[in-house]
C-alpha cells in the first residue's frame, strides 16, 4: 500500500512538471509581422482619439511589450497611444 502511494505521488509530480512546463512556454508574445491594412483611417493624422493603456501595478500589458501590435495598429489608425 505504501509503494502504491509513492508511485502515485511520484507520476502526480511528474505529471505537473510535464503540463506545467508546457504552459509556460505557451506565454503569449506580441506579434510584430501583423499588419492588416488601413484603408481609410476614421481620423485625420493627429486628431484621432487617445487610446490609453494601464501599465501600472506592474501591468504585463504595455504599449511597448504585448499590446505592442494592438498599439501599432492604433497608430495607423491616427489614433493617439499613451501608457500609463
Known amino acids: 500500500m505504501r509503494m ?8 502526480l509530480h511528474m505529471a505537473v512538471a510535464t503540463f506545467g512546463a508546457a504552459e509556460i512556454r505557451a ?11 488601413v484603408e481609410k483611417p476614421a481620423y485625420a493624422e493627429g486628431e484621432g482619439p487617445v487610446v490609453m493603456i494601464d501599465e501600472a501595478h506592474f501591468n504585463f500589458h504595455t504599449a511597448s511589450g504585448r499590446y505592442q501590435s494592438f498599439a501599432f495598429e492604433h497608430q495607423r489608425a491616427h489614433n493617439e497611444v499613451t501608457g500609463r
Do not use: N
Open 4 to 11: 502504491t502511494k509513492l508511485i502515485f505521488a511520484f507520476s
Open 27 to 37: 506565454q503569449q508574445v506580441p506579434d510584430p509581422g501583423f499588419k492588416p491594412p
